[in-house]
């Protein structure tokens, strides 16, 4: 497996690169070995707009609402969908290279503005039918479910990311994969990512005359509502254009209501990544006849025998506009106690995502072991479940014993006492 290698990006590129204003000429590669992993890059920007975010909410009287418990829970799912990352490079640059290698059958000049706008377009059109899919087949919005479950929209609901998505959405991207170089591809693909980041906030109310071209957070906004005039609208990744085509465009219109017509009311990550699995193949079994079988499978989420494909949009629960998300009351000791141990647990997922390829496999094997476990374990705490303290308390003890053998090191050596003590504390 070839691994991509590290190229840092400036400031200016950094901020940039968010809103995607990168040049063919500061953005162009002859391989993809040098095409620098924006996304990876782009953590330090993220973290700044996420505290900015936060700090011109609490100046602002209608500002945004971000709430520990939703912002862990979005964290969680961002850092186990990129998991996979440990064993496998991308399935979309994998595929992708895969049919340029064997199946092109026109070779675009990696250094051309042409092929670099092209990409631009085919990647972001790509995606548009990738992420229309996924809300109208309902296999695949077993996946893209995880990314709607939040109540709140907060940039940290960007990072709210489905494991199992990656799976599929590599299918959609293949046409261009015959004739645009994989170097051009791997910049675009990251860059389309990277634009939908900034555009998950309540802050920005219009930007006037860019309504009509980009996928703004009016448009997105939208996209994460479970108002009726908000299903199934507005799948634009960075160009509203293909909605206003294809027409799935909707304005902004009432006071949106975020999250899943039928809320899943759970911070508990293993249920927020996988709870729908199980839920369709239990539908699946109880549906009578191999066409409605089919249908659940096939068909869109809302669809029951006698309905339109996508449902009848008068089986969705009303909405009154005074919903109010799922907040279940927990002290501010625990709260303060989970978001410090989610912050040390960063610090060792980062870590290990790092220096992966250095790594022995019982290493990141059990470092991995440990973040899963870590992020069950939080989860269970938020939902302040019966067990939370007994799996809290098996945390504790990996880490310890992880700390003792030199697989973590603390981020200061007076953090392994502490967790020492944390440790007997809570026997």
């Known amino acids: 497996m070839a691994r991509v290698e590290v190229t840092n990006v400036t400031v200016s590129q950094g901020v940039r690169m968010l809103f995607s204003l990168m040049t063919p000429n500061e953005s162009s590669f002859a ?27 609490w100046l602002k009287t209608d500002g945004p609402r971000i709430k520990i418990n939703d912002f862990i829970t979005s964290l969680s799912a961002g850092m186990m969908s990129r998991l996979p ?4 490079r991308s399935l979309e640059l994998s595929a992708y290279i895969y049919v340029w ?21 085919g990647v972001d059109m790509g995606y548009y039918w990738f992420h229309r899919f996924a809300h109208e087949l309902n296999f695949l919005w077993a996946a893209h479910q995880v990314h709607h479950s939040s109540e709140y929209y907060n940039l940290s609901t960007a990072l709210r990311q489905s494991v199992t998505q990656q799976f599929s959405s590599w299918v959609f991207y293949l046409p261009l994969a015959l004739m645009v170089p994989p170097s051009v591809f791997a910049v675009h693909i990251q860059f389309n990512l990277l634009y939908q980041f900034w555009i998950h906030t309540e802050l920005v109310k219009n930007l006037g005359p860019l309504e009509w071209i980009l996928n703004t957070p009016s448009h997105h906004r939208v996209h994460h509502g479970r108002n009726p005039y908000c299903i199934d609208k507005n799948y634009a990744g960075i160009l509203i254009i293909w909605d206003r085509m294809f027409g799935t465009f909707t304005p902004e219109s009432d006071k949106v209501i975020y999250g899943l017509t039928h809320p899943i009311s759970t911070f508990e990550i293993w249920t927020v990544e996988f709870l729908y699995y199980p839920y369709l193949w239990q539908r699946f079994w109880e549906t ?32 009154t506009g005074e919903e ?16 410090v141990q989610f912050m040390l647990l960063i610090d060792v997922y980062n870590n290990l995502l790092m220096y992966q390829m250095i790594l022995s496999g019982l290493t990141a094997l059990l470092l991995t072991a440990y973040v899963l476990l870590s992020l069950t374990s939080l989860g269970f705490l938020i939902d302040q479940r019966a067990n939370a303290a007994e799996l ?13 053998f030199g697989y973590i090191k603390p981020l200061v050596p007076l953090l392994a006492f502490l967790i020492e003590i944390q440790t007997q504390w809570l026997s």
């Open 324 to 339: 109010m998300p799922h907040d279940p009351a927990w002290s501010p000791a625990m709260q303060a106690y989970v978001f």
């Open 392 to 404: 809290e308390m098996l945390r504790c003890v990996l880490i310890v014993a992880l700390q003792r």
């Open 85 to 88: 990352q440990l064993v496998m």
């Open 101 to 121: 290698n064997n199946f092109r059958v026109l070779e675009l000049p990696w250094d051309s503005a042409w092929t670099w706008w092209l990409a631009f377009l």
């Open 288 to 319: 009578e006849g191999i066409s409605n079988k089919l249908s659940i499978i096939f068909k869109g989420p809302g669809w029951t025998p006698g309905k339109p494909r996508l449902g009848d949009i008068a089986d969705i629960p009303q909405i």
């Open 31 to 57: 391989t993809v070995r040098e095409v620098p992993t924006y996304v990876n890059q782009a953590t330090p920007y993220f973290i700044g707009l996420i505290l900015l975010e936060i700090v011109l909410g």
